[in-house]
């Protein structure tokens, strides 16, 4: 059974940073692209980022390019999103989710649960 | 970057009604359109996928088409569980979009 667990989620001040986690299990991790998803209170999805199966090419909506970075590490079985310089609009629910075809970077067929980012003084 | 736009916002129907959900494109996208549901307090679930191909485990009664830059999601018969917010997604290219949801609800 494919299972995705956001951690790393909570409340950070504005300008701060925070690290998200997502482990991975039940496919063979290094074999698909997995991608970041996140939902603000009230409001609808909006696509973050996206990292190939290999870690050799990232993708980023411009809202956060140069503040995150997606990364991954095949030998953990884990996804990555480094945020800094945190700001207001970044509060959500982050999703990690996975691409649905190995070698493919369209669809997202499985996803984690969720972890909230609040960004508040 | 593509724009994605749904319709209607909010869709009232009654169980056993057929629902049509439609998605346009700001261009463009062939077919690389996938639709998602989302209920309250849960990730979403990927319902369609390249326009008109139904993900693993989704019934029947979920069916999507179009191409280019119309795109619907048609469910043949609402069932209770079948309320809640349906997200088209386009990935012909980067970045990823979504449209802004379409809130099916019961009337």
């Known amino acids: 059974e494919v299972q995705l667990l956001e951690s790393g989620g909570g409340l950070v001040q504005p300008g701060g940073f925070l690290r998200l986690s997502c482990a991975a299990s039940g496919f063979t991790f290094r074999s698909y692209g997995m991608t970041w998803v996140r939902q603000a209170p009230g409001k609808g999805l909006e696509w973050v980022s996206g990292?190939?199966?290999?870690?050799?090419?990232?993708f980023y909506t411009d809202s956060v390019k140069g503040r995150f970075t997606i990364s991954r590490d095949n030998s953990k079985n884990t996804l990555y999103l480094q945020m800094n310089s945190l700001r207001a609009e970044d509060t959500a629910v982050y999703y990690c989710?996975?691409?649905?075809?190995?070698?493919?970077?369209?669809?997202?067929?499985?996803w984690g649960q969720g972890a909230l980012v609040t960004v508040s003084s | 970057e593509i724009v994605l736009t749904q319709s209607p916002a909010t869709l009232s129907l009654s169980p056993g009604k057929r629902a049509t959900l439609s998605c346009r494109a700001s261009?463009?996208?062939?077919?690389?359109v996938a639709w998602y549901q989302q209920k309250p307090g849960q990730a979403p679930r990927l319902l369609i996928y390249e326009a008109s191909n139904r993900a693993t485990g989704i019934p029947a009664r979920f069916s999507g088409s179009g191409s280019g830059t119309d795109f619907t999601l048609t469910i043949s018969s609402l069932e209770p569980e079948d309320f809640a917010v349906y997200y088209c997604q386009q990935r012909r290219n980067w970045p990823i979009t979504f449209g802004q949801g379409t809130r099916l609800e019961i009337k």
């Open positions: 261009q463009s996208i062939s077919t690389y």
């Open positions: 989710a996975k691409f649905d075809v190995s070698g493919s970077y369209n669809y997202f067929d499985y």
């Open positions: 990292i190939t199966d290999s870690g050799g090419s990232t």
